[in-house]
């Protein structure tokens, strides 16, 4: 791999390459410092020209404003209903079952549609794979006509149940278990496992892989979904945090400063997640060259 | 009882349990993605309106009606065009700075760098659209700070750049958000493409004496290619999906027309202007499209595979 | 005998009731009401308290209530009506509200339980014809929470830090708005850092279409935008008003109202109701009471062929008529506590700066007190209700379209008419 890095003295290349890399870590950077900074100004502070990095010293001394102005209105709301944690709880508790449905309903299939011989299997597996063209926007009315029969609506099982599965992950998990050795099937088969146990004890446990990175994939989908909640979701009990900031953003008493707060407030969550787990999160990318050895 | 492994029994009972594992996924997606598009479909062919009790059978109405006229000023062929400018202005820049930004981390000597490359740049992509989408909005007021420093780069004083006003520029910011957020993402996807470039054909190069510019060009992209191409129309199939920021900008003040892609137009359509008919006719449209391009993805995928090392 | 005389009065007493389905008023049985309405902190406090009051009136009703924003909430109320799921009562704008009565999904008022004899008996209740968006076929479909119209509140801080004095220098005309926004305004470069006025953008039936009429146009459901040279004109005024004529707002900015409360110099003039009062209170104490804002009338053109003011709008209570008789006179009967109840109306007023078209409340001692009542009343006088007819909430969005086109991107105004009625013809007609 050596060759493939600069090698000997520090050279022109080298600094011009630190350059680059610098100025696009200044952009991707500056917006979340900007957003960490603006939680604890007010309005006209955010608003100044030119912008001020620290937040200044007699917003915190006046009566009026403390450290934490800014995160009290984020969290009690503009109508004092108090539901941020709600609000929360229900995007994590929404984008956690997820994660864990996709893993194991895409395991299991993928498992069968790569270790199994059965007919029609190939019929199966295009079926699913074609659900993939199908992009959510196009199929979200029809799918609210459903939920609402089945009276989901409004409940955390309806932000639920439609994305149960993801055909994604299916296709990755079969990828992924396509090159297994069947070996180890063949030789658990003798021991005697039943063919569930087989999935529960040796197929499951080494692919923690490709689990972890399409647990942590669906996990983001789902923290980021807007549009189902937009229409799934009525009482603010059983709002997701999307919605939570989309609608403070749209209320006219929210002031800038409020807003940045509860964004930085609602991204705490995925930050411990994705500093805690980056190893899986930057080597998502490995699921696709997996498969190739 | 311990049945006997004979080979017929063994594919007897694939056949069972491979058919077992499988039918969970089936059923679902059977509930919650065939009906709801066959649904889609079929009420893309009515005048469905969310209020009115009964609705007609038009037949093609609403498909010959899309693409002549105007869907009270917010036409499918301007959603065409807005989807179509937003994708392509996204994903070429974006691929592009992400492969280049790849081949420079991977040339860095301590690996504590790239690390910490990777995780900035990574980093905004673990936001939520809708986070993000606020963040920029503020940036790109007048007042803002994305105008001040537009005002610093240009060497110009109290410019207003009109991100959010002027149409094009409009376009620009939604892109700028999207490739913010996306392109730690993508440079992570090109890194693990270069990786597993096999190192013996560095070597071979470096004893043949290449440059380093050479070897990049000569070696390197070719390798790449079949990830180069997945990437791409992965950027793609994901641009053409895009809502969130654009509905977040819609709902911040901005006009509608230069943004309007096609996923937020069926949004309108259907949900605020209560027209089920016609926009589940412009979901099933966005249905071909997407069945294009992933097509696409299939038959290029199929041809990476193909690729030895 | 003794068997069947049991059986009889079995068979009697399973009838009766039946028969007598007048005396039986009560059906204590348990019922819930799902009430779907739009957010607003001080209202929500009053309706909660009446809600808890009629429930001890009421013990077997339960009432869940469901609050959205307001464009939200008429987003979720068409889905739910089209999968048939709808609330039991609700609230709207009555340009998104009037569709849900021509397609009778909503019930005509329960005369009876509201405590009026007939559809005149309720009418007479109103003022005069402000409450006649909801009369269909000789029957009132909804009660009105709220008829406000919008006139122009003033910081008279930002008048004076501009060398100008609110109680004589205020706006009279459109052309007086622009001169004085022209002194307010602050720029540094094109950036606007300090606004005198800026209009309630994506509201244009409600603050627009008037000013079109004052030239002598008009909006209506056969022939559009009727009078081309009005709209142009207007349309030009918007243009003038922009980044690409004067720079003294546009839309994109934080809205005028949202900053009016502040106080902070940053605006001078918004365009808002009466509620807007008792938002000041809570968000800003100091400010209400300092005496430092005032409420004008709505300008007019100078050259206007036809003086009106802004276009007031309604919020309606309607009935989901999909709904059983017995929630139905349920959701009238909590409908009528909210509304009708003795003193509510003027609490209402008073906490929220609702304003019920009520003949008892407008002439009343509470309204007539309320800090300029007597202009919005005047405005009222020279005012009609915003255009509700078909396709109200597109051409609002064709409209909006129009006007951020000249304004933001130098259309032609001619062009952005003539762009405007083709797209209006055409959702009128299908």
């Known amino acids: 791999m050596n060759n493939n890095k600069f090698v000997g003295k520090v050279g022109v290349g080298e600094i011009l390459t630190y350059v680059v890399l610098i100025l696009v870590l200044v952009f991707t950077v500056m917006p979340l410092l900007f957003m960490v900074t603006a939680a604890f100004m007010d309005a006209k502070q955010i608003m100044a020209m030119p912008y001020s990095w620290i937040p200044s010293k007699e917003y915190f001394t006046t009566e009026s404003r403390t450290f934490f102005t800014n995160f009290q209105k984020a969290i009690v709301g503009n109508h004092n209903d108090h539901i941020f944690f709600r609000n929360l709880w229900n995007s994590l508790i929404v984008a956690f079952t997820c994660a864990l449905t996709t893993v194991l309903l895409a395991s299991l299939c993928g498992y069968g549609l790569a270790k199994f011989n059965f007919k029609g299997k190939t019929v199966v597996f295009m079926a699913i794979m074609s659900t993939m063209m199908i992009p959510f926007e196009a199929i979200m009315i029809p799918l609210y006509l459903v939920a609402s029969k089945l009276k989901i609506i409004n409940t955390i099982p309806g932000l639920i149940i439609p994305f149960l599965v993801s055909a994604f992950g299916v296709f990755q998990m079969r990828q992924y278990l396509i090159t297994f050795p069947s070996e180890y099937l063949d030789a658990a088969r003798v021991d005697g496992l039943t063919e569930f146990g087989i999935y529960a004890r040796i197929v499951l446990p080494n692919s923690t892989p490709v689990i972890a990175t399409l647990g942590i994939l669906s996990f983001r989908n789902q923290w980021d979904n807007l549009l189902w909640p937009l229409l799934c979701s009525q009482a603010e009990k059983m709002k997701t945090i999307p919605l939570y900031i989309s609608k403070f953003a749209e209320e006219k008493q929210t002031d800038e400063g409020a807003l940045m707060a509860c964004a930085l407030l609602a991204s705490i969550p995925m930050f411990i997640l994705f500093f805690s787990l980056s190893k899986y999160f930057l080597g998502g990318a490995a699921v696709y060259e997996s498969r190739k050895g | ?309 | 005998m003794k068997k069947a005389l049991i059986a009889m009065l079995l068979v009697l007493a399973i009838a009766f009731p039946m028969f007598a389905q007048g005396a039986v008023e009560e059906d204590n049985s348990p019922i819930t009401l799902e009430f779907w309405t739009h957010e607003d902190a001080a209202r929500a406090e009053l309706e909660d308290k009446w809600i808890k009051e009629f429930q001890e009136i009421h013990p077997n009703v339960t009432v869940n209530v469901t609050r959205q924003s307001a464009e939200k909430l008429r987003e979720l109320v068409q889905t739910a009506f089209a999968s048939g799921e709808g609330p039991s009562f609700f609230n709207l704008p009555i340009e998104n509200e009037y569709q849900y009565i021509e397609a009778g999904r909503v019930a005509p008022c329960d005369y009876k339980t509201l405590g009026f004899k007939d559809a005149a008996d309720l009418l007479d209740h109103y003022q005069d014809g402000m409450i006649d968006a909801v009369v269909y076929d000789g029957d009132v479909y909804g009660l009105p929470l709220e008829l406000t119209n919008w006139s122009i509140f003033i910081n008279k801080n930002v008048f004076r830090a501009a060398g100008l004095d609110a109680e004589t220098d205020y706006p009279k005309t459109w052309e007086d708005m622009v001169e004085v926004s022209s002194k307010i305004v602050l720029r540094d470069g094109d950036i606007i850092t300090r606004r005198g006025f800026d209009f309630r953008y994506s509201y244009e039936l409600t603050y627009f279409v008037p000013m079109v009429e004052q030239l002598g146009g008009e909006l209506n459901e056969k022939e559009g935008c009727v009078n081309k040279d009005a709209w142009v004109k207007a349309l030009t005024f918007m243009q003038n008003w922009g980044p690409q004529g004067l720079n003294l707002g546009n839309s994109s900015l934080t809205a005028a109202r949202k900053l009016f409360n502040k106080n902070n110099g940053d605006i001078a003039m918004a365009n808002t109701g009466l509620y807007q009062e008792s938002r000041i209170l809570t968000d800003n104490p100091d400010f209400y009471n300092s005496g430092e804002w005032m409420v004008v009338p709505y300008p007019v053109f100078e050259d206007a062929v036809k003086n009106v003011a802004g276009c007031y709008y309604g919020h309606f209570y309607m009935v989901n008529a999909d709904k059983s008789e017995r929630e139905q006179k349920m959701a009238w009967e909590l409908i009528k506590y909210f509304l009708l109840t003795e003193g509510h109306a003027e609490e209402y007023l008073t906490n929220v700066g609702l304003i019920q078209p009520l003949k008892t409340l407008m002439n009343g001692e509470t309204y007539q007190s309320m800090p300029y009542s007597d202009v919005f009343s005047g405005d009222f006088a020279r005012s009609h209700i915003v255009y509700y007819g078909k396709g109200a909430a597109e051409i609002q969005s064709a409209i909006g379209s129009a006007v951020k086109s000249v304004m933001l991107q130098g259309t032609d105004p001619a062009a952005a008419y003539d762009a405007l009625q083709k797209n209006v013809l055409e959702i009128l007609a299908d």
């Not at chain 2, 009906?35 to 010959?64: E, K």
């Not at chain 2, 690996?111 to 990777?118: A, I, L, Q, R, T």
């Open chain 2, 1 to 309: 009882m311990k049945k006997k492994l004979t080979p017929y029994s063994i594919e007897k009972k694939q056949v069972r349990w491979g058919f077992l594992f499988t039918v969970p996924c089936l059923v679902f997606f059977a509930v919650f993605s065939f009906y709801p598009i066959i649904s889609a479909f079929l009420t893309s062919l009515t005048n469905r309106d969310a209020i009115r009790r009964t609705y007609d059978f038009i037949g093609f109405q609403n498909y010959t009606y899309l693409f002549t006229q105007s869907n009270g000023g917010f036409s499918l062929l301007n959603s065409l065009k807005a989807t179509a400018i937003f994708t392509v202005g996204t994903f070429v820049p974006m691929v592009v700075v992400s492969l280049i930004l790849a081949v420079l981390i991977m040339q860095l000597r301590k690996p504590g760098h790239s690390k910490m490359f990777e995780l900035a740049y990574y980093t905004p992509a673990v936001l939520s659209s809708v986070v993000a989408a606020t963040i920029w909005m503020i940036l790109f007021q007048p007042t803002g700070l994305f105008n001040q420093i537009s005002n610093f780069v240009m060497h110009t004083s109290g410019k207003d750049y009109q991100w959010l006003t002027n149409n094009s520029m409009l376009r620009a910011s939604t892109i700028i958000v999207y490739f913010w957020k996306y392109i730690g993402y993508f440079t992570i996807l090109f890194i693990t493409g270069l990786a597993s470039i096999p190192p013996t054909i560095y070597e071979a190069a470096i004893v043949d004496g290449s440059s380093r510019w050479h070897t990049f060009w000569k070696i390197t992209l070719p390798l790449l290619k079949p990830t180069v191409v997945l990437v791409s129309i992965m950027a793609m199939l994901q641009c053409l999906k895009t809502f969130s920021t654009q509905y977040m900008f819609v709902q911040g003040g901005t006009a509608r027309e230069p943004i309007d892609v096609i996923t937020m137009n069926i949004y309108y359509t259907g949900v605020v202007n209560r027209r089920l008919g016609r926009s589940s006719a412009m979901s099933i449209i966005l249905f071909l499209i997407m069945l294009c391009f992933t097509y696409l993805q299939f038959s290029t995928q199929k041809g990476g595979d193909d690729v030895e090392y």
